[in-house]
């Protein structure tokens, strides 16, 4: 049975950054496409950033410039590292990768 933890979410003024990671037990993150989503108050979940299984990079356009994905494989674990944080970038993110989901974690940008 596979899982994913997310951690590393907090509260930071606009500006700063976050770096939030997502470690992955019982399953080979490098075999999965993977990506963060996000949900913010009284939104839809939101595709943030992924990396399909061809290594290809996907961000949405809000977030272009600013966050970065990436994966380490020894470690299992994938990393969003944010940075030039906005008000609206206030959400749960979630990680998912395999078909599975983590818990999420919040991340409150203060203004």
Known sequence: QGQLVESGGGSVQAGGSLKI????SG???????????????????????????DGS???ADSVKGRFTISRDNAK???????????????????????????QGTQVTIQS
């Open 21 to 24: 990671s997502c470690a992955a």
């Open 27 to 53: 399953i080979a993150l490098r075999q999965c496409g993977m990506g963060w989503f996000r949900r913010a108050p009284g939104k839809g979940r939101e595709e943030v950033s992924s990396i399909a299984s």
């Open 57 to 59: 990079i996907y961000y």
């Open 76 to 102: 299992n674990t994938l990393y969003l590292q944010m940075n030039s944080l906005k008000t609206e970038d206030t959400a749960v993110y979630y990680c998912a990768a395999c078909s599975y989901w983590g």
